[in-house]
Structure formats: C-alpha cells, structure tokens
C-alpha cells in the first residue's frame, strides 16, 4: 500500500505565495508521473499540473506562468510553487502519483487527503 500526505496549503491574501509538498510512502518500487488537482466548491476537480519521470511537465493554462511544479524522485515527493496567488484559485488540492509498488508489478494511481487553499483579502 501506499500513502501520501500533502502539507503546505492556508490562507493567504491575493498576490501572495504559497508551497505544496506531497510525499509518498509504503511499498514504492517506482513512480511515473505527479501531479496536482484542485476542486473547489461545486465544480469538478480539474488538473492544474503533472510532471512526468522524464522531466515534462504540463499546466493549465489558468496557472501557466504563476505556478511550478517540481519533484525529487529520491524523496518520492512532488511540490507546487504557487506564486501570484487569486482568488479563483481557492480550491482543495489534491496530489495524485502514479506508483509502481513491485518490480514488474501493475501501475496504480494514488491520491492524497487534499489540502484547502483560501485566498483572500
């Protein structure tokens, strides 16, 4: 089994910054690709970044240029730097890592608990 556990979110006022971190751990023999989602209240959750193990990483557009999406392999753990943060990106996020947990084994998707994002004057 495997377990991620997300740290980083808050609140914080229009054009500040905030990190998210996402470590995964338990039965990890390889991760492919990270990413964040959001969802907030009554929409659906949307991807706002992954980053794959060969090193590409895609955006929505919505975040494009504000947010970066980062990764240390030796950690299992994947961050997202938010910078010029605006109200419409209050959301919960959600990491998601795509594990392998035995050599040779099925790939699986894992999702963390989420961490609530507020911002706002």
């Known amino acids: 089994q495997v377990q991620l556990v997300e740290s980083g979110g808050g609140l914080v006022q229009p054009g500040g910054s905030l990190r998210l971190s996402c470590a995964a751990s338990?039965?990890?023999?390889?991760?492919?690709?990270m990413g964040w989602y959001r969802q907030a209240p009554e929409k659906q959750r949307e991807l706002v970044a992954t980053s794959t193990a060969g090193g590409s990483t895609n955006y929505a557009d919505s975040v494009k240029g504000r947010f970066t999406i980062s990764r240390d392999n030796a950690k299992n753990t994947v961050y997202l730097q938010m910078n010029i943060l605006k109200p419409d990106d209050t959301a919960v996020y959600y990491c998601n890592q795509y594990v392998q947990s035995v050599r040779y084994g099925t790939w699986r998707d894992y999702w963390g608990q989420g961490t609530q994002v507020t911002v706002s004057s």
């Open positions: 338990g039965s990890i023999w390889s991760i492919n690709a």
